[in-house]
């Protein structure tokens, strides 16, 4: 009998775990968008997220584009989960809630910044909760004002890549 509950427990877990959702998006000009009404690109991703969700922001254009995002595309407890999120050829401030990186399966959570100039930063004002161990990497600096939590580890893997935490808060990560 303790066989077929460990099975079915075991079912139950593998049944939650979804393929990945890459959700695109182009951001031509300066501005503040809500991730709601942003053209997203097959649909507009699930509020709350899932472990599921890869987010993707371009600008679609060669030149940089400095924006923000707001996200009020949070759940009931102001989070939202991602497995990966990737801003390219961008200036980036992505304001609101509290993103979740968790993985997915055997797919751990990514961060990635890809920008033509290193004299330029991404801006994360928001807390970030770190599930499960997150790589932050690409070409950029990444300034994270909101606290890091969660019993992941934040890791740096790249040679242009630089994650500054830059609040005052108490952060309470414990993965390293």
């Not at 182009?26 to 809500?34: L, Q």
């Not at 890091?148 to 952060?171: C, K, P, Q, R």
């Amino acid at each position: 009998m303790k066989h077929m509950i460990c099975l079915f427990s075991l079912l139950g877990a593998a049944a939650m775990v979804g393929a990945q959702t890459v959700y695109t998006v182009n951001i031509p000009t300066t501005g503040t968008y809500n991730m709601s009404t942003l053209p997203w690109s097959p649909s507009v991703p699930p509020a709350g997220g899932g472990t599921n969700v890869q987010l993707v922001f371009g600008s679609g254009i060669a030149d940089e584009v400095k924006y923000t995002v707001v996200n009020d595309l949070l759940d009931e407890n102001g989070a939202f989960t991602l497995n990966s999120i990737t801003f390219t050829n961008s200036i980036a401030t992505f304001n609101g809630g509290r993103l979740v990186f968790a993985a997915n399966g055997g797919t751990l959570p990514t961060a990635f910044m890809m920008q033509p100039s290193t004299k330029n930063y991404q801006t994360l004002n928001a807390d970030v909760e770190l599930a499960a161990d997150t790589t932050f990497g690409g070409i950029s600096y990444v300034r994270i004002y909101g606290t890091v939590s969660g019993a992941g580890t934040l890791i740096v893997d790249a040679l242009n890549t630089e994650v500054g935490l830059w609040n005052d808060n108490a952060n309470t990560y414990t993965g390293g």
